[in-house]
């Protein structure tokens, strides 16, 4: 899921819900209906999921939510306990060495602090061939 265009948490949640379920939610409803929407989809998806969120780096903390809150819910949230939800969560940037989500120590405990680089590439670039 590209989050380049989502600036806040709440855009980045509701682009992950649209990707899942067609459907976004309105400001009103919050994080907490967003993230109701994504398990109730989630629970129609195979029993491990995974997420692949690119452009992880256009989303920035915001004045209504904290990335560690967001994150925690992601990986850890009530919604998805109950629901018995199996889900991994990639993040990729092209920045990697200047993301800073300043993520809390309970959400770096769910998240596993191994790394895969790839070399930068272009156009056309096979990136097979030495």
């Given at each position: 899921m590209n989050l380049k265009?989502?600036?806040?948490?709440f855009s980045a949640a509701n682009e992950i819900l649209f990707q899942?379920?067609?459907?976004?939610?309105?400001?009103y409803e919050g994080l907490d209906?967003?993230?109701e929407g994504t398990w109730a989809a989630l629970e129609a998806y195979p029993a491990w999921t995974v997420l692949v969120l690119d452009e992880i780096d256009h989303v920035r903390q915001d004045t209504n939510y904290d990335p560690s809150d967001f994150f925690y819910r992601l990986l850890r949230g009530e919604g998805k306990l109950q629901r018995g939800i199996n889900?991994?969560?990639w993040l990729v940037s092209n920045e990697l060495l200047e993301v800073d989500l300043r993520l809390d120590s309970r959400v770096q405990s769910a998240m596993s602090d191994e790394a895969v680089f790839f070399p930068p590439y272009g156009e056309g670039?096979?990136?097979g061939d030495p």
């Amino acid at each position: 899921m590209n989050l380049k265009e989502c600036r806040t948490l709440f855009s980045a949640a509701n682009e992950i819900l649209f990707q899942l379920a067609d459907e976004k939610k309105g400001a009103y409803e919050g994080l907490d209906g967003v993230f109701e929407g994504t398990w109730a989809a989630l629970e129609a998806y195979p029993a491990w999921t995974v997420l692949v969120l690119d452009e992880i780096d256009h989303v920035r903390q915001d004045t209504n939510y904290d990335p560690s809150d967001f994150f925690y819910r992601l990986l850890r949230g009530e919604g998805k306990l109950q629901r018995g939800i199996n889900l991994s969560v990639w993040l990729v940037s092209n920045e990697l060495l200047e993301v800073d989500l300043r993520l809390d120590s309970r959400v770096q405990s769910a998240m596993s602090d191994e790394a895969v680089f790839f070399p930068p590439y272009g156009e056309g670039d096979t990136r097979g061939d030495p």
